[in-house]
């Protein structure tokens, strides 16, 4: 189980470093955020308040959050259901 939540922090940060890689302060930001686990609840907020995406950002707000419970669909949720089923 945590080599599933180290491949979903992965992803995660990955996603982060590619949003933010020109601005090197909101990404040790977002970086901070990703370790902590607070992504998923911090791009909902986002989503939520009508948040619009920066000027180096390569992605919207919302493209985002669907991309980041996908990450945490495939890397964390569905190898545990199959090693449950076994």
């Known amino acids: 189980m ?9 992803l995660q940060l ?3 470093v590619a949003q933010n890689l020109k601005k090197p302060r909101v990404l040790a ?5 990703v370790l902590t686990g607070l992504k998923p609840a911090i791009d909902c907020f986002r989503v939520c ?5 920066e000027d180096h950002h390569a992605i919207e707000v919302s493209t985002e959050l669907a991309i980041t419970k996908f990450s945490e669909m495939v890397a964390e949720s569905i ?3 199959s090693r449950r089923m076994t």
């Open 49 to 53: 308040s009508g948040q619009e995406m």
């Open 14 to 16: 990955f996603l982060v």
């Open 79 to 81: 190898p545990g259901c």
């Open 29 to 33: 930001k977002e970086m901070l955020i």
């Open 2 to 10: 945590l080599w599933m939540v180290v491949e979903s922090m992965a």
